[in-house]
Every structure is written in structure tokens, then in C-alpha cells.
């Protein structure tokens, strides 16, 4: 069975400093995986996705993923942070094999930006 | 440039009371769904639907129904709350089912059960 860990309930960065956001997966075959973005109050936005191909993913507002398959892992990157960054961030799983579309997700990192 | 639309937005409910909560996309999505989002839990998937007519169950199915009459809607029903419903219920749709689509998320709907 699929299934996503997110070892970071909270993280807190100061703006301007770079970011990452740890997730692991367990999946028995290549998986399709993507980060979200929630905004508070709001819906789940897609900031990127890993189907095939290059391991790094370039994604909207300047993050970047990177698959390691050694390492069962996906995380997230930014540079440099901006205060608008603060948000919750979650990873998802997706089975190629599940026949139609049944994402698991991660528990979340709630992202917190200090001046 | 509606995307997805998800109403109400908050509701209050007595235990034992049923209520339907609504889901529309304009984006002619054949593929829709609806999760549950709990503190520390994440996004577990209730139901979804593969096109009109098309039903089948997620991760957390009991005490919740769904029908997909169109390609539009797809609305969820509780027959009969409970306080364990207690969530953030959020409605997603996707171009088609298959594997690794990306999802469009409506802004979600906070319900209470009393």
C-alpha cells in the first residue's frame, strides 16, 4: 500500500533563508508524487509533480523537488523564502498501477516565516 | 474562471441530522472527488467518481453517500451526522482518472456536528 511521511510537523525559517521540506513514500514501483500548497482557508494548490524523466522538478513560485529513489524521498526547495511563503505543505503519492486516480497524502508541514 | 466550487463554506449540524454538501467544476472534468482533511491526519479521500454515473469508494467511506447524476456535480451526503464527521471536507476534480493527474481543489467546506 501506498503511503507518505512528513517528518516536520513545523518548520520555521527567517525570510530570505532556504528551505526544505523532507517526504518520504512507500510505494512498491516508480510513483507519481506532487507537493501542495494550502494557503489558510483555502483549497490545495499544485506546486509541482514527478512522473518520469529528470529526478529534478522544477514547480511554480520558484520551488523545486527532487526524487531519490535510493533514498524513497521527495522533498522540496526553495532558495529563498518570502513571507508569503508561510503556508501548509503537503506531499502526495499516487499509484501507477491503482488502475484510477487514489492519492495518498502526507500529514503536512505547516511553514512558518520569521522577519 | 470558477474552477472548483464547493458550498457552503461553514455549517453547524445536530447530531443526527443529515445535510448535502455540494461540489460543481467547469472545467468538464470526468474524474471528481471528495476527502475529508483532519488535525495531524492529512487528506484522506471518502469517495470519488471516474465520470456520470461512475461511483466507488476511498480510504474512509462509512457514514457518508455519493452520486454523479452529471459531469458537473458531484455532491456528498450525510444521512445521519456524528461528531466524528467533525472535518474539513474538500472537493477535487481532474482532467480524467487515470494515474497522475493533478487535482483541482475547491476552497473546502468546515463542518461541525453538535
Known amino acids: 500500500a501506498q503511503s507518505v511521511t512528513q517528518p516536520d510537523i513545523h518548520i520555521t525559517v527567517s525570510e530570505g533563508a532556504s528551505l526544505e521540506l523532507r517526504c518520504n513514500y512507500s510505494?512498491?514501483?516508480?510513483?507519481?508524487l506532487f507537493w501542495y500548497v494550502q494557503s489558510p482557508g483555502q483549497g490545495l494548490q499544485l506546486l509541482l509533480k514527478y512522473f518520469s524523466g529528470d529526478t529534478l522538478v522544477q514547480g511554480i513560485k520558484g520551488f523545486e523537488a527532487e526524487f531519490k529513489r535510493s533514498q524513497s524521498s521527495f522533498n522540496l526547495r526553495k532558495p529563498s523564502v518570502h513571507w508569503s511563503d508561510a503556508a501548509e505543505y503537503f506531499c502526495?503519492?499516487?499509484?501507477?498501477?491503482?488502475?484510477?486516480?487514489?492519492?495518498?497524502f502526507g500529514t503536512g508541514t505547516r511553514l512558518l516565516v520569521s522577519p | 474562471n470558477a474552477g472548483v466550487t464547493q458550498t457552503p463554506k461553514f455549517q453547524v449540524l445536530k447530531t443526527g441530522q443529515s445535510m448535502t454538501l455540494q461540489c460543481a467544476q467547469d472545467m468538464n472534468h470526468e474524474y471528481m472527488s471528495w476527502y475529508r482533511q483532519d488535525p495531524g491526519m492529512g487528506l484522506r479521500l471518502i469517495h470519488y467518481s471516474v465520470g456520470a454515473g461512475i461511483t466507488d469508494q476511498g480510504e474512509v467511506p462509512n457514514g457518508y453517500n455519493v452520486s454523479r447524476s452529471t459531469t458537473e456535480d458531484f455532491p456528498l451526503r450525510l444521512l445521519s451526522a456524528a461528531p466524528s464527521q467533525t472535518s474539513v471536507y474538500f472537493c477535487?476534480?481532474?482532467?480524467?482518472?487515470?494515474?497522475?493527474?493533478?487535482?483541482?481543489f475547491g476552497d473546502g467546506t468546515r463542518l461541525s456536528i453538535l
Open positions: 477535487a476534480s481532474s482532467a480524467s482518472g487515470l494515474p497522475g493527474q493533478p487535482q483541482h
Open positions: 502526495a503519492v499516487g499509484g501507477r498501477n491503482t488502475g484510477f486516480q487514489k492519492l495518498v
Open positions: 510505494y512498491g514501483a516508480t510513483p507519481y
